[in-house]
């Protein structure tokens, strides 16, 4: 019997092949790249291309600072289409783990810089800002930093920090206007200092719209729109901050100034109301007053002490801006 064993072991191994062959065609065995193929067909999360140029961004063991000046460096005379997608999806994704808040914003105020400098194409520059302006789950700062760098680019060349910057079209024009406004009136952000930044970046665009390069804004349109809300804003009783509301006077007086004169007055000439709102009241009537105004200031200046220094100055820069109205007439 025993010298059968090698025949019979040999008869089962090669049935065993036979079956496995015979099979194979149907249900072929799993191989290491079947597996891979399988794992990458899984949905991924969506991540940064790496760029081994600018990882060191992402490292919150280096100080930030040292990131920051590397950044500068590398980004100093070029910045390829590789690096802005991967700097905007940065932005998007926002800080990696481990890195402070207060670290983050540094860095993604550095690279909006970049951006503005770098990026040609003004369509994609204002749509991933909007889009951060808009995202209610980033920062409040990166927000507030997205509507700085929106109104930015709206600025004449001479004025605004992205020199390099292609100018937006009067339709992006108006889409980031849009949402400068809309960010404005949003209730969600009123207890933020959202409204304040675009209040005061609509202001810088009015008094850049007459300045000779091409215009930036279109104050009445922006008036037209914002009025309802700025009268709310100014009417005693309003839900919002006293600096939101502070804003909303020098916003009434630079873009409505005639519309607004009587609420400024009103806020400037009360006696029992709170100096908080009286001194930018007081300061707003020095840029949009009237020449009547100038006694009534002046005798703030003589009954007021805390508000001495408020009405001196707004005396001075209206009757400077009469003097020079009655020059021209004159002249003329």
């Not at 597996?35 to 949905?43: I, N, Y």
Request: proline letters at 7%; charged letters at 15%.
């Amino acid at each position: 019997m025993n010298k059968f064993l090698p025949i019979i072991t040999l008869a089962l191994i090669g049935g065993v092949g036979v079956f496995i062959w015979k099979n194979q065609t149907s249900a072929p065995i799993p191989t290491a790249s079947a597996t891979a193929a399988a794992r990458h067909s899984l949905p991924k999360i969506s991540r940064p291309p790496t760029s081994s140029h600018l990882a060191f961004l992402t490292d919150p063991s280096q100080p930030w600072q040292s990131r920051v000046d590397q950044f500068r460096n590398a980004l100093a005379t070029d910045c390829a289409e590789p690096e802005i997608r991967h700097l905007y999806q940065l932005l998007e994704q926002g800080p990696a783990p481990g890195e402070l808040a207060e670290h983050w914003y540094v860095i993604a105020n550095d690279i909006m810089i970049q951006l503005s400098k770098h990026d040609r194409d003004p369509h994609r520059f204002t749509s991933h800002l909007i889009g951060l302006l808009q995202n209610s789950q980033q920062p409040i700062v990166i927000r507030d930093y997205a509507v700085q760098f929106l109104a930015n680019s709206l600025l004449p060349q001479a004025d605004g920090p992205a020199k390099n910057f292609a100018r937006p079209t009067p339709e992006l024009t108006s889409q980031i206007l849009g949402a400068l406004i809309t960010a404005t009136t949003d209730s969600s952000l009123e207890q933020t200092s959202i409204p304040g930044t675009t209040l005061m970046m609509l202001v810088n665009l009015a008094r850049s719209s007459g300045s000779g390069d091409s215009l930036t804004m279109d104050s009445a349109a922006v008036t037209t729109t914002l009025k309802p809300w700025l009268t709310r804003a100014l009417q005693d009783g309003s839900s919002l901050s006293t600096a939101i509301r502070v804003s909303a006077i020098q916003a009434a007086a630079a873009l409505a100034p005639v519309e607004f004169r009587p609420v400024l007055r009103q806020l400037a000439y009360q006696e029992n109301r709170q100096s908080s709102l009286r001194l930018p009241a007081i300061a707003a009537l020095g840029q949009c007053g009237e020449p009547a105004d100038l006694s009534k200031l002046a005798a703030i200046m003589q009954n007021s002490p805390d508000l001495t220094y408020a009405a001196q100055d707004a005396h001075q820069a209206l009757a400077a801006r009469v003097n020079s109205a009655s020059s021209l007439k004159s002249e003329n």
